[in-house]
């Protein structure tokens, strides 16, 4: 009854998600509730849920002294709650110090040249030189924050709403496909790099074409809705001189150390096998120093208080933070009663397949939300080793589920674009959705098609590399 009680939590929590946009209750808010919740109902039939799952460890920690509720909370927390406590916490920081960078490059003037770029009334070329400045950018940093400053760039130069509805859906797909074809760049990447389920290496070879394939398709449809000539407006450069003292050779430095830092992570994790956040807080401790040094001045001036990051931008990011804390927690209580583990033999007897399954997961994480829907396929399933696959009946089947598997590959790259199907499905998306006034009806009808071919596309060419390189 209590799991019946903690699913039926879970699954009115996604609802909640779901329909966000509508109750104007924000998902960081349902995303706690149900993670915090979750685990009072878990600990109030600890006993049971403790002798099903653990008996042998339970035993084990009671060392021979006698069982009772105390205890049962005891072991709860010190061997069930702390370890997804631990998981979160991993994710949370390394998010954290990704958008950390990222505010202090951005505060710093070092994506300037963005602006000096895209100065042109040429649709195309505006486009595209956003976009794929947003892809880059996007596959090493965090992608909320990244969508957020092009989308202020973007909106301080393109004067038509119209126009910017359609280049900013651009930015957003842009922003989620790039994140998603490497270990660092979307959250659900960097909890599978660190649970081993995939290398960095191998994740990034796979998908990063069938990436571009959804970004790329769906551009060009867009490119087709916009006018050749695009009515826009050149705002002044940010006067850098009262925030920030740095000159470009100063700028470039520092962009070479936090975006070559990140790109050092995955060298740190293979070397250290410690957890990815360590080397990003590594990074934000280096790049902090040269922020410092390069702007000694201005610290000791009255005018580092005019240095301060948008408010948006800053609660953004704590919104994100809390959303993924309390949708970890959620996730883990409910693997913590048996339930993804019913649910994953379902699929495996029933469905048997796993690109029906990377579907549902895109088409469901187009009304729900991005992360949400990827961390709940990803938690039915752990990591296969592969010298046992001779143990399974079915072991081409459980192939899919070994280290850099195509499962892993699968969900992170189907969630991640199918995200884009509606725009309130990823909080990039619902950052769009409020900047523009975006309607559900009017993006449905102008972008969803052409997102659902590319993201159908995508997975073909994964489809293909999967099928010839086995």
Request: net charge neutral.
């Amino acid at each position: 009854m209590m799991t019946l009680i903690i699913v039926l939590l879970l699954i009115l929590g996604y609802i909640l998600i779901a329909t966000a946009h509508l109750t104007n209750v924000n998902k960081a808010a349902i995303a706690m509730f149900m993670g915090t919740v979750g685990w009072v109902f878990y600990i109030c039939y600890g006993t049971d849920f403790v002798m099903s799952q653990h008996p042998h460890e339970y035993i084990d920690f009671l060392a021979g002294e006698e069982a009772n509720s105390k205890s049962v909370k005891f072991f709860i927390y010190d061997n069930i709650f702390l370890k997804y406590v631990g998981k979160a916490a991993a994710i949370v920081m390394f998010l954290l110090a990704t958008m950390s960078i990222i505010e202090i490059l951005n505060n710093n003037g070092c994506f300037d040249f963005i602006s000096a770029w895209i100065r042109t009334r040429n649709s195309k070329r505006l486009l595209w030189t956003i976009t794929v400045a947003t892809f880059l950018i996007s596959a090493n940093l965090d992608n909320l924050t990244t969508t957020m400053m092009m989308l202020v760039i973007m909106r301080s130069i393109v004067q038509n709403r119209r126009q910017r509805m359609l280049i900013g859906s651009a930015i957003v797909l842009a922003s989620n496909a790039g994140g998603c074809f490497t270990v660092i760049g979307d959250p659900a990447g960097v909890i599978l790099w660190g649970g081993e389920a995939v290398t960095a290496s191998n994740f990034s070879a796979y998908l990063f074409l069938p990436a571009m394939v959804a970004w790329v398709l769906p551009t060009v449809l867009i490119q087709m809705s916009l006018p050749a000539r695009l009515d826009v407006e050149w705002p002044a450069m940010p006067y850098r001189g009262d925030d920030t003292n740095l000159n470009s050779w100063q700028r470039v430095t520092m962009l070479f150390v936090g975006i070559g830092g990140l790109w050092f992570i995955p060298t740190f994790h293979n070397i250290t096998k410690l957890s990815p956040f360590l080397g990003a807080l590594c990074v934000l401790s280096v790049l902090w120093v040269v922020n410092e040094a390069f702007n000694r001045k201005l610290i000791n001036s009255d005018k580092m208080v005019q240095r301060r990051s948008p408010q948006s931008v800053q609660y953004g990011s704590i919104q994100l933070i809390l959303f993924v804390m309390g949708i970890m927690l959620a996730l883990g209580v409910v693997s913590e009663t048996g339930f993804f583990a019913n649910i994953s033999e379902w699929f495996d007897y029933n469905v048997h397949n796993i690109w029906i399954m990377g579907i549902l997961a895109g088409l469901v994480s187009g009304v729900v939300d991005t992360f949400t829907v990827a961390m709940t396929s990803l938690s039915m399933y752990s990591v296969v080793d592969a010298s046992q696959l001779g143990m399974w009946a079915d072991s081409d089947y459980m192939s899919n589920f070994v280290q850099n598997g195509a499962f892993w590959k699968l969900i992170v790259y189907s969630t991640s674009i199918g995200g884009c199907l509606l725009c309130f499905a990823s909080s990039s998306g619902v950052v769009l959705m409020k900047m523009e006034r975006i309607r559900i009806g009017w993006y449905f009808k102008s972008i969803t098609p052409k997102v659902a071919v590319g993201w159908l596309l995508g997975m073909a060419v994964l489809w293909a590399e999967v099928y010839f390189a086995g």
